[in-house]
């Protein structure tokens, strides 16, 4: 039986991957990341082994010795744990640290992918155990944006697809084709609720991949936290990039986005 090492983060993703892969054959070995993999994870995998997000020579140690040799990267690792002293860094982890030319996520990331195919280990796509989790084009939900709102997505995107390229974040918080807040290391969900609280009521979240996405890591994720961040500071339409991002428990979160009047779009740009 093949085997899928599946590093993983926070949310729900890591479990959808596993049960994914295991569908098609897999044998899933897992390294919970803690403090943050879902201990219920455990109920979805071959075996598991929990180790500190920080000790990178472990992680490749444990699955090199279980035979692993495709590897998913799956779930958040926030990046402000760098600088917040929760993560202790092995020696692997230190030496490559100092390699990179900055700290930007595409940078971390790669490097990691460097020092797994040093081992042996390929890194696949994430959306090669998540095809069924694409988020599809159109609108998702009862209430559609109105015609201001679709300003304010297609303006959105282009701010969001630029701070992307920069390597900076995925999401934008609109209002009135005015920028409310834009996603740098804090993430998704504090930059909704810094926005929103700016915003008012009624604004508008776009979340997208970056121009130069690699589909290894770091694909944009929504699902029901991004949902009730929303609702907490009563922003109205969340915009997500079709084809090209994940959205978790899909019923669940358009039947939450329809008995709160919100709107979910799967946006492309197809303008030339």
């Known amino acids: 039986m093949k ?79 760098l600088y917040k002293s929760k993560i202790s860094p092995d020696l692997r982890a230190i030496k490559l640290l100092f390699t990179l030319r900055d700290r ?18 390929t890194l696949l796509n994430t959306t ?24 304010d997505i297609a303006f959105g995107w282009g701010i969001a697809k630029e701070i992307g390229r920069l390597d900076i974040g995925q999401t934008v918080v609109i209002k009135n084709q005015a920028v409310m807040a834009i996603e740098a290391i804090e993430g998704t969900d504090e930059a909704i609720k810094r926005g929103g609280k700016l915003a008012g009521s009624g604004a508008v979240v776009v979340k997208v ?31 997500v990039e079709a084809e090209k991002s994940i959205l978790l428990e899909r019923t669940k979160l358009v039947k939450e986005a329809n008995e709160t009047g919100m709107a979910v779009v799967g946006f492309r740009d197809n303008r030339k």
């Not at 595409?106 to 042996?120: R, T």
């Open 3 to 81: 085997k899928l090492g599946l590093i993983a983060g926070m949310g729900e993703l890591p479990i959808a991957i596993a049960t994914d892969a295991r569908s098609k054959g897999y044998n899933v070995i897992a390294v919970g990341l803690e403090p943050l993999a879902p201990r219920t994870l455990e109920a979805y995998v071959d075996e598991i082994r929990w180790i500190n997000v920080g000790k990178l020579g472990e992680i490749i140690e444990y699955l090199k010795i279980s035979g692993v040799e495709e590897v998913v990267m799956a779930g958040k690792v926030p990046k402000e744990m």
């Open 104 to 121: 930007s996520d595409d940078s971390i990331m790669l490097a990691i992918a460097k020092e797994l195919k040093k081992d042996g280990m």
């Open 128 to 151: 090669d155990f998540s095809t069924l989790l694409l988020t599809p084009e159109g609108v998702l939900t009862e209430s559609g944006p109105t015609e201001e709102e679709w300003k």
């Open 209 to 239: 991949s970056k121009p130069q996405q690699d589909m290894r890591f770091d694909v944009p994720v929504v699902g029901l936290d991004t949902l009730r961040s929303m609702r907490e500071v009563k922003a109205r339409v969340l915009a």
